[in-house]
């Protein structure tokens, strides 16, 4: 009997090998970096909430007496013309 392709240590044929599904690397997740990261996330966001509910009420205290605006005309004061110079001519000699 002979040997066929198919066929691999006596009787016993060769089943195809079934497709190995990719591997996933996972890189990073339990890194300590990655760990000190998730702390301080979930830390800060903590203590945020404590702050929140611990806050103290503050009031603004609103003001009540009106001042009163008194309005002052600076048109003239920012038209009116410099003094003109003085400019010394020489006389001739």
């Known amino acids: 009997m002979s040997k066929d392709k198919t066929q691999e240590n006596g009787w016993f044929k060769k089943k195809p090998a079934a497709p190995k599904p990719p591997k996933i690397k ?8 990655t760990l000190l990261c998730w702390a301080v996330l979930i830390g800060s966001t903590s203590f945020g909430v404590y702050k929140n509910m611990t806050a103290i009420d503050t009031h603004t205290v609103h003001e009540v ?22 400019v010394k001519l020489r006389s001739g000699t």
């Not at 996972?26 to 970096?33: D, T, Y």
């Not at 009116?80 to 110079?85: K, L, N, V």
């Open 26 to 33: 996972h890189r990073g997740l339990r890194r300590p970096v």
């Open 65 to 86: 007496q009106v001042i009163k605006t008194k309005v002052i005309d600076t048109h003239a004061l920012a038209t009116f013309p410099p003094r003109p110079r003085l």
